[in-house]
């Protein structure tokens, strides 16, 4: 098993923990295990799907046009580089 | 100050504050002190589009079938959205570029009005298929009481900034009596006069645009006025960018990354700033109740629309460091996402109804039965 194979687990505050991988891309990971989360462009440039980024750190695959503060990501264009903890606004 | 189309005075853009700083001089993009805007506008420009290469020519069809609280719902929608840009395609340009004082900021506003007048543009366009004269329509935006009330609102804040800014740049700061009225102009009011504005211009694209099109893709989502919907989607995709730059402007205030003033006048003046937003709420629910007066639709009625307010007031508000101020658990119109997903925005002509590619443009639809009657 390669390390792009290997589940790493996303802690939901409120919510519960999903099981992806670094090469899904975040917004898909959620949307998957069910969670609801906003969303309009899924390109980087609107902040619909902005969620705060408690633990952990992401990789971008679009630079993010979006106003984001320092704690927060934009699931729709980041893929998590390992174990991550977040909290979604529903 | 007065103001210059080419200030002579070497300055250096990578330290001026966004707005009254020195003018700008030379329009260069090989250094940004918030590059942020020089993405926005090259992102904007990749979204360039035409509204005569959308057909929509169903509609005309569609739009007779629909009954008459959908067709005044339909048209009320369209002339609030007709004023919406009207403001929008030329007030950012006249308030904001004489009091900026970076090139890429500049540009970013020239571009982003451009793109409004692409949508006014385009108002006409469904306007001119819908009805043989759009003349009464256009003209009821002016006199319709429901409508002005809006524009009095929208516009207030830009007339405000924007004739503060001419005192200034005429007379400079001081007390300045106009017409028996005397107006205090010192940069503390015009900073002030430009938060507000700026506020009101968020709330302009955060929430007022979002009620209009939540209406139109009401329609889309029976598949009626799908024309328009698509219109409406490509519009839909270029205020996302316009409103991400608005709260970019308002945030760079607020942490203080760019004028120290700024950031203390967006403390002071927070729950003026959230009165706007606040104000804003309660206009679109007070045009909800207009827009099903005579009856709803299926799909959305008031109460629905009212929640989708407070959902998208909720969102857009805590985007600029503001509390959540409703209680909305859910979004409660999620098919939205998908019209608002950039990846639905059809770009590739030869996959789409539109006109200019398209050879035979007036078969927008041909089924089997049209070839009923011919023989070989």
């Given at each position: 098993m390669t390390d792009k194979d290997k589940v790493i687990h996303i802690d939901i505050v409120d919510v519960g923990t999903l099981a992806t991988t670094t090469e899904t891309n975040l917004l898909k990971a959620l949307e998957s295990a069910g969670v609801h989360i906003h969303y309009h462009c899924r390109e980087g440039f609107c902040g619909a799907c902005r969620t705060k980024l408690l633990d952990g750190d992401v990789t971008y695959s679009t630079d993010p046009l979006a106003f984001i503060d320092d704690d927060e990501i934009l699931p729709c264009c980041c893929n998590p580089n390992g174990p991550l903890k977040i909290k979604v606004p529903l | 100050?007065?103001?210059?189309?080419?200030?002579?005075?070497?300055?250096?853009?990578?330290?001026?504050?966004?707005?009254?700083?020195?003018?700008?001089?030379?329009?260069?993009?090989?250094?940004?002190?918030?590059?942020?805007?020089?993405?926005?506008?090259?992102?904007?420009?990749?979204?360039?589009?035409?509204?005569?290469?959308?057909?929509?020519?169903?509609?005309?069809?569609?739009?007779?079938?629909?009954?008459?609280?959908?067709?005044?719902?339909?048209?009320?929608?369209?002339?609030?959205?007709?004023?919406?840009?009207?403001?929008?395609?030329?007030?950012?340009?006249?308030?904001?570029?004489?009091?900026?004082?970076?090139?890429?900021?500049?540009?970013?506003?020239?571009?982003?009005?451009?793109?409004?007048?692409?949508?006014?543009?385009?108002?006409?366009?469904?306007?001119?298929?819908?009805?043989?004269?759009?003349?009464?329509?256009?003209?009821?935006?002016?006199?319709?009481?429901?409508?002005?009330?809006?524009?009095?609102?929208?516009?207030?804040?830009?007339?405000?900034?924007?004739?503060?800014?001419?005192?200034?740049?005429?007379?400079?700061?001081?007390?300045?009596t106009v017409n028996g009225e005397t107006h205090v102009i010192n940069m503390y009011e015009l900073k002030k006069k430009l938060y507000l504005c700026m506020n009101s211009v968020n709330a302009l694209e955060a929430i007022r645009f979002y009620v209009s099109f939540a209406c139109t893709f009401a329609f889309a989502e029976r598949k009626l006025m799908e024309g328009n919907s698509k219109i409406i989607r490509l519009i839909a995709r270029d205020e996302n960018l316009h409103l991400s730059s608005t709260q970019h402007v308002l945030n760079l205030w607020a942490k203080g990354k760019d004028d120290p003033e700024m950031a203390q006048i967006a403390e002071e003046c927070k729950e003026e700033a959230k009165a706007i937003f606040m104000n804003a709420v309660a206009q679109e629910k007070e045009w909800a109740d207009y827009l099903f007066k005579n009856g709803s639709m299926l799909g959305l009625n008031k109460e629905i629309l009212c929640q989708y307010v407070e959902y998208i007031a909720n969102q857009r508000m805590t985007a600029i460091g503001f509390d959540a101020p409703f209680n909305v658990e859910s979004n409660p119109l999620p098919w939205m996402n998908n019209y608002l997903n950039s990846d639905n925005v059809q770009v590739a002509p030869q996959e789409s109804e539109i006109s200019s590619y398209l050879v035979g443009q007036i078969d927008s639809a041909v089924s089997e039965d049209d070839f009923a009657d011919i023989e070989l």
């Open positions: - | 100050m007065k103001y210059t189309t080419f200030n002579q005075q070497s300055t250096n853009p990578l330290v001026e504050p966004m707005f009254f700083g020195n003018p700008v001089n030379v329009a260069r993009y090989d250094q940004q002190k918030h590059a942020i805007f020089e993405k926005l506008i090259e992102k904007q420009i990749s979204f360039f589009w035409r509204p005569e290469e959308v057909d929509v020519s169903r509609d005309r069809v569609d739009f007779q079938q629909l009954t008459d609280p959908e067709k005044h719902i339909f048209i009320s929608n369209l002339k609030y959205q007709t004023l919406l840009d009207s403001v929008q395609g030329r007030s950012p340009n006249i308030a904001f570029l004489p009091i900026i004082s970076l090139p890429e900021l500049e540009t970013w506003v020239e571009t982003w009005s451009f793109f409004e007048t692409i949508h006014s543009r385009s108002y006409t366009h469904i306007l001119r298929n819908l009805f043989s004269d759009p003349s009464d329509i256009f003209a009821d935006i002016v006199v319709n009481d429901e409508i002005k009330r809006r524009a009095a609102d929208i516009s207030k804040y830009y007339d405000d900034l924007i004739f503060a800014t001419q005192l200034w740049q005429t007379l400079g700061e001081g007390e300045h």
